[in-house]
């Protein structure tokens, strides 16, 4: 999927550093580490499906909702969606190469409530691409492939919002880094619980 990541509308953007957990600067580096590859975006989401098992899959990291809230967008057909819906308990996984770093988050998705929720539904609608809104005019994600079914290649901001256009975000708790960049490696950890202190480990 593409589309923009900051927004620099959003009122996170407008935070002073000192109010942002400590471990935020850590990833930002890091992801500033990328450059302009892709890889700064994507990060895999970790969810439990009815049956206890687990699933894993890609997301583009769409941005910051708060100091601790990261926010996702998905399908509200989709099988994840469904997934949180019965376990909102999430863990995220961030390999940032270049930096020799992964970072795991974990948190919950976090309850919206209207009407901001509509209007950061809508912020995030205005600031992806042509071709990155497509994704909501396919149709049901996991569904059977019907031969003649319409996929378009782009849609318009103008368009009214997809029900089925969700924004995950994701209530941060625990964040842990592990940095191979040096000998021996650094593993360090920081809980909401603990007021994000942070807790040197083995790696
Ligand atoms: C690089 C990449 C980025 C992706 N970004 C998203 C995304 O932002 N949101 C999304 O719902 N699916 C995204 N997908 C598709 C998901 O990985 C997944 O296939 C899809 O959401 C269906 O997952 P589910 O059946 O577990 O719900 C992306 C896939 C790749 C390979």
Known sequence: MTGSALDPAAPEALLPVATLPPWRPLLRAAREREGRSPAARWLQLATLA???????????FRGWGGPRALDLLTDGRSAKTAELGLQPAVELCW????????????????IVPEPLLKQERQRHWQALSPGGRALWGWPEPGAPLERGASFPQELAAALPLPEHFVLLRIALEQVELLALSGHPHRRRRWRLATDWREEDLNP
């Open 50 to 60: 009815a049956d206890g098992t687990p699933r894993l899959r890609t997301l583009v």
């Open 95 to 110: 390999l940032l190469p270049k930096a020799r770093a992964q970072f795991r988050l974990r948190g919950q998705l976090q």
